[in-house]
């Protein structure tokens, strides 16, 4: 009895580990992924415009130096701020970045990620200690100067201390995954990056680890091996081409979809139930990204950008000028061998494999998202809520980020909605950004509290995967009635 007890205290103790470390993640990715059209415009203009581009242009590309060193980590110094403070902490945020972009020579993602929380955290912290101590009428005149003395010494402390002490440590972590590069041993790195991606931790070493590093190299080098290391859609691929040929029931007639979704639309997450229902696949998924990666390596293959998400296209439109082909022969690599390693795998374990597996293994992929955004997971059957008769004029689906998940569902209750011959505006949307005036959201069961407190007035409908048609199809019947 009392080694149970122990044993039920360490695995807590590690699911809150886990937790933490996702959360913390997710924070690290929140300030990256609502900026990812700016990145990606850097990259256009990179891959056009530098001497070695594309159409080398010397006015163009004058835009490139001052886009990296100050737009895109003010960009992510202000979104940082704004999670923590809404717009105020935003400014202060924004604020505060400019001192560490200013104290360092060098591109400060790791300085903006640093100062733009801090910044709105402070400003959080005073608002709470002076409010209801402001006298009537003077509340503007001490929210801005309070803005601007607190955003105005960040940047002094920044531009004096956090500046060098970042740029130091960013030129070090720089140093080292060159080395790592150059002695070959970053297909090692797929080791952690595979089963990071099934934990939902995708975003978080993507764009929370690689970006930096990879936009570092490309000034240097014109491109980076950094932002294929995640976004490789090959491992995923191969693991869905094996149960196309050898998988059974509802598996076998969902993987032609998925590779769509997954390699065309470049939602990774797509795949992962495929391995959660066979963990052996891991192996799979792992030894493709290696074989991917020390492809990259040796034929000097890079990007110029982070592709988002991780389509084929996106990675061939983030391609550098003449480096196209090592890019795609490093993604077929890792799709044959992740499909060779398997097929064995998944062709074993489908005579033991039901649809009650497939299903279960996507509802374990709904309360691992949802655990990784920091939520409490209830292990409770798939409910509904219910909704009023009349027809609602805006429908949003929203996941955490409003990218992936809920556009996906935002196109499949469409079509549903279309073919049952009703008319209603239908959007996707991420968590936080949710229009005031929606009157039904469907959302994740993780979310679902977050959800009512920025639409406390609209109908929430739970869901554990965007692609389960069965909600979809109870809310309609009910609109129908």
């Not at 490309?218 to 932002?227: C, E, T, W």
């Not at 998924?285 to 110029?304: H, K, N, Q, R």
């Amino acid at each position: 009895m009392e080694v149970s007890k122990k044993t039920n205290s360490i695995n807590n103790k590690g699911k809150t580990g886990k937790a933490r470390v996702q959360k913390f993640g997710g924070f690290l990715a929140g300030m990256v992924m609502p900026n990812i059209g700016a990145f990606i415009a850097w990259g256009f203009i990179t891959a056009l415009f530098i001497p070695t581009g594309w159409i080398p242009n010397a006015y163009f590309n004058k835009l490139v130096s001052p886009t990296i060193t100050f737009l895109l980590p003010i960009l992510i110094g202000y979104t940082g701020g704004k999670l923590v403070y809404g717009t105020r902490g935003g400014v202060v945020g924004a604020i505060a970045t400019i001192g560490v972009i200013v104290g360092s020579s060098v591109t400060q993602f790791l300085g903006a990620m640093i100062m733009g929380p801090l910044g709105g955290y402070l400003i959080k912290k005073f608002d709470s200690l002076v409010k209801d101590k402001v006298p009537t009428g003077f509340e503007m005149l001490v929210d801005n100067f309070s803005s601007g003395i607190l955003g105005g010494i960040l940047a002094l402390i920044a531009y004096s201390i956090i500046g060098p002490i970042v740029a130091a440590f960013t030129v070090a972590l720089g140093n080292g995954a060159k080395w790592i590069t150059e002695v070959k041993l970053l297909p090692l790195i797929s080791i952690l990056v595979e089963p990071g991606k099934i934990l939902f931790l995708n975003n978080a070493i993507n764009h929370g680890i690689f970006d930096p590093l990879g936009i570092a190299q490309v000034k240097q080098l014109g491109k980076s091996v950094f932002f294929l290391l995640e976004s490789d859609p090959g491992p995923g691929l191969g693991v869905l081409l094996a149960y196309c040929l050898y998988g059974k029931g509802n598996a076998k007639q969902s993987a032609p979809g998925a590779i769509i979704i997954q390699f065309l639309g470049g939602i990774h997450e797509i795949y992962f139930p495929f391995v959660l229902m066979t963990p052996l696949l891991l192996l799979a998924v792992i030894g493709g990204g290696m074989a991917a990666d020390l492809t990259f390596v040796i034929s000097g293959a890079g990007l110029v950008a982070s592709p988002s998400p991780g389509s084929i296209f996106a990675e061939i439109a983030m391609s550098p000028k003449g480096g196209l082909i090592p890019v795609l022969f490093g993604i077929l690599v890792g799709t044959v061998v992740s499909f060779l390693i398997a097929c064995p795998i998944v062709k074993k374990s489908s005579v033991k494999l039901d649809d009650e597996s497939f299903n279960n293994a996507k509802m374990t992929v709904g309360d691992m998202k949802a655990e990784s955004k920091g939520q409490k997971i209830e292990n409770t059957k798939e409910k509904t809520t219910v909704i009023s008769n009349a027809l609602p004029k805006l429908i949003v689906v929203a996941c955490d980020a409003g990218m992936g998940s809920s556009a996906m569902g935002e196109s499949i209750l469409k079509k549903k909605l279309k073919d049952a011959g009703i008319k209603i505006d239908v959007k996707h949307s991420a968590i936080n950004e949710i229009p005031q005036d929606v009157e039904v959201v469907f959302t994740q069961e993780g979310l679902a509290q977050r959800a009512s407190m920025i639409v406390p007035n609209a109908k929430i409908i739970t869901i554990k995967n965007f692609l389960d048609n069965t909600v979809y199809d109870d809310y309609i019947k009910s609109l129908k009635k």
